[in-house]
């Protein structure tokens, strides 16, 4: 049939993908501390999103024209982070940081 | 010479699955929409994550959300995404009375989600969790979770409505063949749906 792709095998994709489910469920209590699960899980999630992206919307076997309309808003996302990374890190505004205003000198 | 222009031959002819052929319009134009959709969804949870980290009373999100009933929502949308794949593989092979069950089948999965979704919703706001507050920190923890969970829901909406329509055009068309493209279209946005949750599962569930 016209446009018809080779079938992987999807029900070893979606134990895959329930496996690495429960894998995330399980790193959200280890106890290495916020940056190395937050590593961790964020791998996850990207590697569970190109899996469903290579297999279950056949981007593996589609024409570097799809695969690069596809890569072209992960371009942008990761752009968007280093945008938005020095506000968020080296900018002084967290509402912890602002003095009350009680504690501010009275003016005369 | 004739050896020459066999080698060239190849080259000169488009390759059937190139998508500026014309049966692969349809792909092509989800493709670029998805693509949109995606820096949307991209822009959510960038501006999500720079919220987050310019706060110093962010609630806990697998404390106050709870990942029990979201995990469940999660593993939903995987089977959703298997009988999706299924129903298009069930065409390939002719049958359309499987391919319209599977149809089915993912639609009703993604109306439990949505189900779930709203109850989810419910649990939380009687727990004081709104959209202007909430009584764990941030007022802005309330605002992100119900604008970038409910931008998904609505997807997920969409999406259902639209199974339900491709299944009629499967049960209009008499040739497997005339409906493929159309399940495949589909498909690809519902898989979408689910590669979305993934992200939002794990940025506005798990981190």
């Not at chain 2, 709870?66 to 995990?71: D, S, Y």
């Not at chain 2, 055009?169 to 159309?182: E, G, I, K, L």
Request: overall charge neutral; some cysteine; aromatic content about 12%.
């Amino acid at each position: 049939m016209a446009g018809e792709h080779k079938h992987p095998n999807y029900m070893a994709i979606f134990w895959l993908l329930a496996v690495l489910t429960v894998v995330e469920l399980v790193v959200v209590f280890l106890p290495f501390g916020k940056m190395i699960n937050g590593t961790l899980l964020c791998g996850l999630a990207v590697g569970k999103a190109a899996v469903v992206a290579m297999y279950f919307m056949h981007l593996k076997f589609e024409t570097r024209t799809l695969g690069l309309i596809a890569l072209t808003p992960l371009a942008i996302a990761t752009l968007l982070v280093f945008v938005i990374l020095p506000d968020a890190f080296f900018v002084d505004h967290k509402t912890a940081n602002v003095k009350p205003a009680a504690e501010a000198p009275a003016k005369h | 010479m004739s050896q020459a222009a066999s080698h060239a031959a190849p080259h000169a002819v488009e390759p059937a699955e190139s998508p500026l052929t014309p049966e692969s319009w349809g792909k092509l134009g989800m493709w670029i929409f998805l693509a949109g959709d995606a820096v949307g969804f991209g822009t959510l949870l960038a501006a999500y994550g720079g919220m987050r980290a310019t706060s110093a009373d962010w609630p806990n999100p697998y404390e106050v959300l709870g990942i029990n009933l979201t995990a469940v929502m999660t593993f939903l949308l995987i089977c959703s995404s298997v009988t999706m794949v299924k129903a298009l593989e069930w065409l390939g092979k002719g049958d359309r009375g499987k391919c319209r069950m599977f149809l089915f089948f993912t639609a009703l999965g993604g109306a439990i989600f949505v189900s779930l979704q709203a109850y989810e919703w419910t649990h939380l706001i009687h727990r004081g969790l709104h959209i202007d507050g909430n009584p764990w920190g941030a007022a802005l923890f309330g605002t992100s979770f119900f604008i970038v969970t409910g931008f998904h829901g609505m997807h997920v909406t969409g999406g259902v409505i639209y199974l339900l329509s491709v299944i009629g055009v499967v049960s209009r068309r008499p040739d497997p063949a005339a409906s493929y493209n159309v399940v495949e279209i589909v498909g690809l946005y519902w898989h979408f749906v689910d590669l979305v949750w993934i992200m939002v599962f794990t940025f506005m569930y798990l981190l």
